[in-house]
């Protein structure tokens, strides 16, 4: 039997465990797709809350959970946003009103000789990337990630930074005593902002806003992610980014976070990125297979005794793979008019078994059609089913509210230069907003997962055949690859 | 690119170079009451001494404790822990002291003169709410006499430790 020493001991282990924080520090700038992924079985709120952030916020970039998050998030956009301005004799006057913030510090009785070894690591950062920028030998941005991706230098970045929104709240403490229990700003620092092991709150981060980033010239935005009723994301936070008369300052950086309840991480416009980081690369594609077949009677005996058009698709009818398809009630049209379109609601589950017939018996049609987009309105396959063999088994989610989903859906096959969207992983958000001019839709499954063009169809490719642009679609897409 | 974890070399240079200039200053500028030296070589222990508190049970005890560093001080606080047996609210019989500093209030400002600063005034100004050694949170209010004469009964000096 334990002892109740053995006991205590074993409750307070208990009670005070906390998993371990793992990944870096500060990670890569990604795709917030990723998000949407994240989330993608979790409550619907989530579910479209984060199907809608893509499209506003392109890129996001994680910050490891261990409690210094929302510290480390503003000191690194803060960095980022000065490396984005480009201009070298900035860094130098950020350090020198960083130096004449020591007042600050001083005034709020912390050592100088403490603070200071917090603050040089902070100005060191400074010249680094102005020397880096100085030279343009393109390291900057790897300096910053670096920097902040080793513990001690971004531990002291992060106490500076700390100690600064301390300072700040202890000498305006008229503008924060309503917002602190009993008014006590000392007490509150003390308890809320100096610890090592803090979460920023909004307090510090107001004043790290009113400190740090409207002095330089920047705008600092919290976006809330919860399960709040709502299509989108909140703001719960906003400093503008204003001059010395208090004049809004248009175009200036906005650093943006992204606030789960407990955590924050960083988020990103598009338009927040310099163009030339924006290239993501784009993993090599499996190749498509495609089978346009023309002689179907062969594989379909009972097409001539039932009406539906599933029927007379190759390899689709129902006893084919166990699958009951729901009946879909578009026209079909022998006239190019109408292109079928038959998007299954899963992947196969064994689609080669009876598509390789088919592609073995009319390998003139084998034909990959993401290099030659316009062989889809070839005559001889107009009426034709287009057979694909998934590379990934995706997972199916309930349908969100698709008009956003459309239009990120679309300009993705004119990115690839070709109709195919492999997988919905793949989508390159952002890429939406620059495309909005032409959204794609067709008339008849627009809301429909059984669209081609909507994200949650992960087998066909859109298409579209407009009678009065002729072929207007295929050739753009391929003009746009060729020139990207 | 390859991301380090930051626990490497440098942290530990961090640590070594920041209780170097810890030492300068406690040797520059001593603190009447209270001492502290590295006890090896890695400077990543101490061990430091705390003057009894006058008009306190404890005045003119000497008390002597450890201090050990961790990696990723000053960010993490030390583990400081009685080496003398202390009678005392917020200390248990194998010399581990509750104190707020030294946990989830443990700020990057603090250092070893604070640290020991703090716990010389624990010392006079016992947390009651939440004792270690409930008995002795008791007596303090109630048995003033009794706490003390508790007080030097556990008490040994530096010497008879060393002995």
Not at chain 1, 24 to 42: C, D
Not at chain 1, 141 to 161: C, E, K, P, R
Not at chain 1, 389 to 407: D, F, K, R, S, Y
Not at chain 2, 103 to 131: F, H
Request: glycine share 6%; aromatic share 10%.
């Amino acid at each position: 039997m334990a002892s109740d020493d053995e006991l205590a001991h074993l409750q307070k282990l208990s009670s005070e465990y906390e998993p371990e924080a793992t990944g870096p520090l500060v990670g890569e700038r990604q795709s917030s797709a990723a998000i949407t992924t994240q989330y993608a079985n979790a409550d619907p709120v989530f579910q479209v809350k984060t199907a809608a952030l893509p499209e506003k916020y392109a890129y996001f970039r994680t910050c490891r959970g261990d409690g210094h998050c929302g510290w480390r998030a503003i000191a690194f956009t803060y960095f980022e946003a000065l490396l984005r301005v480009g201009d070298v004799s900035k860094f130098a006057d950020e350090e020198a009103r960083l130096l004449s913030l020591g007042n600050l510090l001083d005034h709020a009785g912390y050592q100088r000789d403490i603070w200071m070894d917090f603050a040089e690591e902070m100005t060191d950062l400074l010249r680094k990337l102005a020397e880096s920028l100085q030279l343009m030998n393109g390291v900057a941005a790897d300096i910053l990630l670096n920097t902040f991706n080793d513990m001690g230098t971004s531990m002291a970045i992060i106490t500076y930074v700390k100690l600064l929104a301390s300072a700040w709240v202890q000498t305006h403490a008229d503008d924060f005593t309503h917002f602190v229990p009993m008014g006590d700003v000392k007490a509150y620092c003390a308890n809320n902002i100096e610890p090592s092991q803090c979460e920023a709150d909004n307090i510090g981060i107001a004043a790290l806003a009113d400190a740090l980033v409207k002095p330089a010239g920047f705008g600092l935005e919290v976006w809330y992610l919860d399960r709040s009723p709502g299509e989108e994301i909140n703001r719960s936070f906003y400093a503008e980014p204003t001059d010395h008369h208090q004049l809004p300052i248009p175009n200036a950086p906005m650093l943006r976070l992204l606030y789960r309840p407990g955590h924050y991480d960083i988020l990103y416009k598009a338009g927040d990125v310099p163009q030339r980081i924006q290239q993501q690369p784009i993993p090599p594609q499996p190749p498509l297979q495609v089978a346009l077949a023309s002689n179907f009677d062969d594989f379909v005996p009972t097409a001539s005794n039932v009406g539906d058009v599933m029927n007379m698709i190759p390899g689709m009818y129902p006893s084919g793979f166990g699958q009951r398809w729901a009946s879909l009630s578009y026209e079909f049209s022998p006239s190019p008019t109408s292109q079928p379109q038959v998007t299954p609601v899963q992947p196969y589950p064994s689609a080669a078994t009876p598509a390789t017939p088919v592609s073995s018996s009319s390998l003139d049609f084998l034909i990959p059609t993401h290099s030659n987009p316009a062989s889809q309105y070839n005559p001889v396959s107009h009426h034709g089913l287009h057979l694909d063999q998934p590379p990934v088994t995706l997972p199916i989610h309930p349908p969100p509210p698709p008009p956003v989903n459309i239009e990120r859906a679309a300009p993705l096959v004119i990115e690839r230069g070709g109709p195919f969207r492999p997988s919905m992983y793949e989508l390159e958000p952002g890429f939406g907003s620059v495309m909005q001019a032409q959204p794609f839709q067709t008339s008849i499954f627009r809301n429909s997962h059984f669209n081609t063009a909507h994200f949650m169809n992960p087998d066909f490719q859109p298409e579209e055949w407009s009678p009065d642009g002729d072929y207007a679609t295929g050739n753009k897409g391929r003009h746009k690859s060729h020139s990207s | 690119m390859a991301l380090s974890n930051g626990r490497g070399n440098n942290s530990n240079t961090t640590v070594a170079a920041r209780l170097q200039k810890e030492l300068m200053d406690l040797m520059l500028h001593p603190t009447p009451g209270i001492s502290a030296f590295p006890s090896d070589e890695n400077m990543s222990t101490w061990t430091a001494t705390i003057d009894g508190p006058s008009s306190t049970p404890y005045e003119s005890l000497i008390l002597k404790l450890s201090l050990d560093f961790p990696a990723n001080y000053p960010y993490a606080p030390p583990v400081v822990q009685f080496k003398t047996p202390i009678y005392h609210p917020n200390v248990d019989f194998s010399g581990r002291i509750c104190l707020d500093i030294l946990k989830d209030k443990w700020s990057a400002v603090y250092n070893i003169g604070t640290v020991l600063l703090s716990l010389q005034s624990l010392l006079g100004e016992p947390n009651n709410a939440s004792p270690l050694n409930g008995q002795a949170a008791e007596l303090w209010d109630k048995d003033p006499a009794e706490y003390k004469r508790l007080v030097l009964a556990r008490h040994k000096t530096p010497e008879e430790l060393d002995a």
